[in-house]
C-alpha cells in the first residue's frame, strides 16, 4: 500500500467514522426528547406512518432509487478492494548532481542487480526485488525463495549484510526501508522403487 492509499483510508475511515458519529447522537437526542414532539416524538418508532406513506406514494421510483444507491456503494466498496493491492512501483530515480549534472537511475538495473547478487547466496533458489515509494523516500521489497534446509540466519545475514547495502550504496539511499518476503521451498522426497 503506497502514501496515497493510506491517505485515502484515513480520509475514508475519518468521514465514516464521523457520519455515524452524527447519526448516533442524532438517535441518542431523539431517544432523550430534545426534539420537538411533531419533529421526532421520543417514543414512536423511526419507521413510523409518514415514512410509510412516503414509500408507498413513490414506491416504484423510489425503490429504483435505493437500488441505485446500492450499486454506487457497492462500486465504491470494489474501488477501494482494488486500490488496497495497488502498488506504484518506482521505475526510475534522479540521484542528487553536482556542477557536473544530474544522475538519473533507472531501479530496474539496480534491483536486477540486487536479485542476482541474492541468488548467489547457495541456500537462496531465486529472488526479485522490485522498488516502490517515491524518489524522496524510495523502498525496496523483495521476494526470496529458499531451500527447505537453508539456514535462516545465514540468509538474513546475507541480505542485511551484502545485498541491501548494495542497494543502498548505489541508489545513495542510506536509510532506504527494506521488507523480504521468504518463501521455503519443500525438501525434495526421496522416491522409493518396490521390486
Known sequence: MDDTTARGNRLGLFLVGLTLLVLAALATARGAGVFPRDVAPAG???????VREAFARYAPRLWWVVAAGGIVLALFGLRWLLVQARRRSLDGMRLEGGPAGVTEVDTGGVTDAASAEACAHPAITGATATMTGTERHPRVRMRVTLAGDAPMS??????????????????????????????????????????
Do not use: F, K
Not at 414512536?44 to 409518514?50: G, Y
Not at 546475507?158 to 550504496?169: D, S, T
Not at 545513495?172 to 522416491?191: L, Q
Open 154 to 195: 545465514a540468509v538474513r545475514e546475507h541480505l542485511g549484510e551484502v545485498v541491501l547495502p548494495h542497494m543502498r550504496q548505489a541508489l545513495e539511499s542510506p536509510d532506504m526501508p527494506a521488507v523480504a518476503r521468504v518463501n521455503v521451498e519443500d525438501a525434495p522426497r526421496s522416491r522409493r522403487t518396490l521390486a
Open 44 to 50: 414512536t418508532p423511526l419507521v413510523d406512518a409518514p
